[in-house]
């Protein structure tokens, strides 16, 4: 979290972003898309806000949202839920971060896939917390069984699982989700899974662990609109689980956000709502975007990593002589017109052996960026 100077640093996104802006390479860094995503729910915000729905909404969030996110969860996965059993939050962000900290106490281990989303690591220091890695390594960045096994003790406090997972667009089959159910069991710990992507898995459907027999009573699952819906600006999410955890969260997101984004909250309701049409068309749009930037990196003498679900590829850098993907990220621009991330921006910085030449770079991007970025990335060569 801390830069050289001891500061706390910018983050990798923020400064990626800069670096596009300036240069005026695309942007395949930070994750966003650059299209708006369904009308329906856009139009639904402006009625909302046409209709004065512009104050303060309940803490937990609007009725209307915490229904729609209840109705979601048993239609597409089957777990049977209450609306008094989500909270609406100020994405999922918000939702780590008061999960973390209404959950770990100081010196409580928290133990994570690594590379990890770069908040994770930042609310477990805010909460005391201790992080425990299990190694995601190229190129297939399956968890080893045995090492997520003793990463688990009675020190354990959160298993904190992404799926699909940022930034390796690894899913977790369901053997490993039973381990994970098994392990929490055996140890007492909490499950908090982090589904923002649920929506935009390509080869194999999302499993969420809380569907899953001995999951539900000790899991928070988060996610959010931002992906599904194309309004990550929007920052509405959510978190849900057994009423116990979610009033215990409730008591410090109130003091965080207290809440967020009245007008947004109705729309991503609407949104939730659509007909399967919109989802799988969502991800078969994603899919061929996927499968573009992936052609051309390849094309291009990387090799490339195979996401299954979410926005990003993982790209190694070592054909072209990479030892420092940091170094490597700030110089494409200049050598390419191109933004990535590298993934030593997703470890520790103990453990950034094995991610030194890998960059990621985000495919949620208009057909027509993504051949300007091929054609770029093309003259590396
Ligand atoms: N978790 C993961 C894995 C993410 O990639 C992101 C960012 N897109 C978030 C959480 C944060 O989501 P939000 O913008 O809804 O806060
Ligand atoms: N989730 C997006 C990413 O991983 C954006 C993160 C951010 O800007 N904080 O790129």
């Not at 937990?60 to 109705?71: F, H, K, M, Q």
């Not at 690894?170 to 710990?189: P, S």
């Not at 990550?232 to 979610?246: A, Q």
């Amino acid at each position: 979290l801390l830069d050289d100077a001891g500061e706390l640093a910018t983050t990798i996104f923020a400064e990626m972003s800069a670096l596009a802006a300036a240069t005026g390479a695309i942007n395949l860094g930070q994750g966003f898309p650059d299209e708006d995503g369904p009308s329906e729910v856009l139009e639904a915000a402006r009625r909302a806000i046409a209709d004065g729905v512009n104050q303060y909404p309940p803490g937990p969030g609007l009725p209307a949202l915490r229904e729609a996110v209840a109705e979601h969860q048993l239609r597409f996965y089957g777990i049977p839920l209450d609306a008094a059993q989500v909270l609406v939050t100020a994405g999922a962000t918000e939702a780590l971060t008061a999960t973390i900290l209404a959950l770990v106490d100081h010196g409580d281990e928290v133990v994570v896939l690594e590379p990890f989303y770069d908040s994770y690591a930042a609310a477990v220091a805010l909460a005391g917390g201790v992080l425990r890695t299990v190694p995601l390594r190229w190129p297939g960045f399956r968890p080893d069984h045995d090492e997520l096994r003793a990463a688990v003790t009675d020190r354990t406090r959160l298993i904190l699982i992404n799926t699909p997972h940022n930034p390796t667009g690894t899913m977790l089959d369901r053997t490993t989700l039973e381990l994970v159910i098994d392990l929490a069991h055996e140890h007492d710990a909490v499950i908090v899974t982090d589904e923002v992507y649920e929506h935009l898995a390509f080869d194999a459907p999302h499993i969420p662990i809380a569907s899953l027999p001995g999951g539900f009573e000790r899991t928070v699952t988060i996610s959010s609109g931002g992906k599904t819906f194309n309004t990550t600006g929007w920052k509405i999410g959510w978190l849900s689980g057994p009423l116990d955890l979610v009033r215990a969260i409730t008591a410090v997101k109130q003091y965080l956000t207290y809440v967020n984004g009245a007008p947004f909250q109705p729309a991503i309701a609407v949104g939730l709502r659509l007909p399967d049409a919109f989802f799988t068309g969502a991800a078969d749009a994603l899919r061929a975007k996927r499968d573009l930037l992936s052609a051309s990196l390849r094309e291009a003498g990387f090799a490339v990593s195979t996401p299954q679900g979410g926005y990003f590829v993982v790209a190694d850098a070592a054909p072209f002589g990479v030892t420092d993907a940091a170094d490597f990220a700030r110089r494409l621009p200049e050598l390419a017109g191109v933004v990535g991330v590298p993934l030593t921006a997703f470890v520790l910085p103990e453990h950034r052996e094995g991610y030194r030449s890998l960059i990621r770079f985000a495919y949620c991007k208009r057909p027509e960026v993504l051949q300007e970025a091929a054609g770029r990335l093309a003259g590396l060569a």
